[in-house]
């Protein structure tokens, strides 16, 4: 690659090349993240990929919606309290983390882009591209691994999509139809009619035939957000000198640490969104605009919650407002219940969409509708349904697999498959990409071992 150009003018400061990316992606300019440019034999430009846009594919917009719907959700209700047990430095991570996560989006994209361009197989639909990043860059190995992080962390999200939105349900009809009874049968009932209703949907194909869906899942998480906001606000403190904040210990600092990462750990499914683009190689613009959208959900109610219940905040927001059946805030408590259900359940089928489209190239299936779709979906939906029927607490556990492979799958592999992908990278372009790798280590190691305190805690072990 000629890199002449620019690398003479690239910043000295690493943090200024995570700004640079958002700078140049929304430039929409034909240049790499490092600033280098493609137009050789080997490598050519990569904005327009030697083929013409999909037709009835994604938009730049339509793509930035689903990330916005896969991602967002279960960070709003527990990133309030990961701030108040890191102290004020948490809200300095969470834009640290929003930065450093679409930053690696990007040159998951970018590097999903190159491929493209240097090898015409890949400018169709292609199922499983996210483990075909790693078998160009590093081999098989490299393929096997993103595969089984890929296949563990959806497959674990979606049960807990499921046991989450059963739960919400089960809550919402204990609470106004008291012939209704919560306990373990009915929660393991409403699991099963969960599966059941998602079951169908569960078959369409690819991203680009429920985009209504992804649509559905952003609207409903932006409401809860400024529902949250109102009752937050109705719980204000008049003397904020009278809100204590809880204690800041090494295990809480690096919880709210691992919690933040797991906030913004999206990246498994970037790669099939951004296969179903109209123009892929646009894909880093939609990444851009989904964290910022993701970014304004997050903030508000992480700062409000923070300021108004202080050390007596709840692991899950929602359990911290005051909330008594004869005050209409118990409407708008259920109202927001109601919406986070909403998106769990569309979550369920865009994050379930990557482990189906795996297993049907694996097994050779046609891309088609058909039979062998059906059932192999259908086999998929009755493994995360048993999972669910025989762990329905599954948080603990899910925080143990998808805290070590969400971070291997945002901040680790993404980084890595750049640097082998796009080659002769300028230095400080390597040095901030090993830095986030580092990062991407220690918040995985951090949320492992927060999540097997939680687990001896739950267990008593």
Not at 19 to 25: D, P, R
Not at 422 to 441: M, N, Q, R, S, Y
Request: hydrophobic share 50%; charged share 15%.
């Amino acid at each position: 690659m000629d890199e002449d150009n620019h690398s003479d003018k690239a910043s000295d400061e690493n943090e200024g090349e995570i700004a640079k990316v958002f700078y140049k992606v929304n430039n929409d300019s034909e240049e790499l993240i490092s600033g280098s440019r493609l137009h050789n034999v080997d490598e050519p430009a990569i904005i327009e990929l030697g083929g013409q846009p999909q037709l009835g594919g994604l938009t730049i917009f339509t793509a930035a919606v689903f990330v916005v719907g896969e991602m967002a959700g279960s960070g709003v209700l527990a990133l309030p309290s990961a701030m108040v047990a890191a102290g004020p430095m948490g809200f300095v991570m969470l834009l640290i983390g929003c930065l450093a996560s679409g930053y690696c989006g990007v040159i998951l994209g970018r590097s999903w882009t190159i491929l493209r361009a240097k090898y015409p197989e890949y400018q169709h639909s292609v199922r499983d591209p996210y483990p075909t990043i790693g078998l160009k860059a590093v081999g098989k190995w490299g393929a096997r691994a993103v595969s089984v992080c890929v296949n563990i962390t959806l497959i674990g999200v979606c049960t807990v999509f499921l046991i989450l939105a059963a739960q919400n349900i089960s809550k919402l009809l204990t609470t106004h139809i008291h012939d209704v009874w919560f306990d373990q049968h009915s929660l393991r009932v409403w699991i099963l009619i969960c599966a059941a209703v998602l079951l169908p949907v569960s078959w369409l194909g690819t991203p680009k035939e429920f985009w209504g869906i992804a649509i559905g899942a952003s609207l409903a998480t932006a409401l809860a957000c400024l529902l949250i906001c109102v009752c937050i606000g109705i719980d204000f403190p008049s003397n904020l000198q009278t809100v204590k904040q809880g204690p800041v210990t090494f295990l809480s600092f690096f919880s709210a640490f691992g919690t933040i990462l797991f906030s913004f750990g999206g990246a498994s499914t970037f790669p099939t969104i951004q296969t179903d683009m109209k123009q892929p190689s646009k894909f880093p613009m939609s990444v851009v605009w989904s964290y910022v959208g993701v970014l304004f959900m997050y903030l508000p109610v992480s700062i409000l919650g923070f300021l108004a219940y202080g050390g007596d905040i709840k692991d899950n927001i929602l359990l911290s407002v005051s909330h008594t059946s004869s005050h209409p805030r118990a409407i708008i408590v259920d109202i927001v219940l109601v919406l986070i259900t909403t998106h769990l359940l569309f979550s369920f089928v865009i994050v379930l969409n990557p482990v189906s489209q795996y297993f049907e190239e694996f097994f050779n299936i046609p891309r088609r509708f058909g039979f062998k779709r059906c059932l192999l979906r259908t086999i998929i939906m009755a493994l995360v349904l048993g999972i669910a029927e025989l762990i329905p607490n599954f948080g603990p556990i899910l925080s143990l697999i998808g805290g070590s492979t969400v971070t291997l799958l945002t901040f680790v592999f993404p980084c890595w498959f750049y640097l082998k992908i796009a080659k002769d990278l300028p230095l400080h372009t390597k040095a901030v990409l090993f830095e986030l790798i580092f990062i991407g280590i220690v918040g995985g190691v951090a949320s492992t071992y927060s999540a097997i305190d939680s687990i001896q805690k739950a267990f008593k072990l």
